[in-house]
Nanobody
Framework: QVQLMESGGDSVQVGESLKLSCTAS????????VGWFRQAPGKEREGLANIDFEGIIAYADAVKGRFSISRDDDKNIVYLQMNNLNSEDTATYFC????????????????????WGPGTQVTVTS
């Protein structure tokens, strides 16, 4: 069966960086779209970035220029590099996989994603 697992979450200070990893079993990341999302307490889950099967990338405006999504096809891992973190980035971060038909060109929507990881916590303190 398909399983996704996020890692790399941590507690950091404002201005620092983190790199999250999304590993998968039962699915090849490059066969479809993989997105990163986050959810803060009391807020809806929001899309951050997506990389599709051709490597085309889309970002939400809120993280464009600070966050970067990438994929290592040899390792079957998708990364989210997060720079210049601030307190508003505190949330649980999730990766998710969708079919190759889904190729967002802006902020990814949660609905097209079929498989989700359990999430990893990122806390940014001042």
């Amino acid at each position: 069966q398909v399983q996704l697992m996020e890692s790399g979450g941590d507690s950091v200070q404002v201005g620092e960086s983190l790199k999250l990893s999304c590993t998968a079993s039962g699915i090849t990341m490059s066969s479809g779209s993989v997105g990163w999302f986050r959810q803060a307490p009391g807020k809806e889950r929001e899309g951050l970035a997506n990389i599709d099967f051709e490597g085309i990338i889309a970002y939400a405006d809120a993280v464009k220029g600070r966050f970067s999504i990438s994929r290592d096809d040899d390792k079957n891992i998708v990364y989210l590099q997060m720079n210049n973190l601030n307190s508003e980035d505190t949330a649980t971060y999730f990766c998710a996989a969708a079919g190759r038909w889904y190729r967002p060109r802006m902020q990814p929507d949660v609905n097209p994603y079929t498989y989700w990881g359990p999430g990893t916590q990122v806390t940014v303190t001042s």
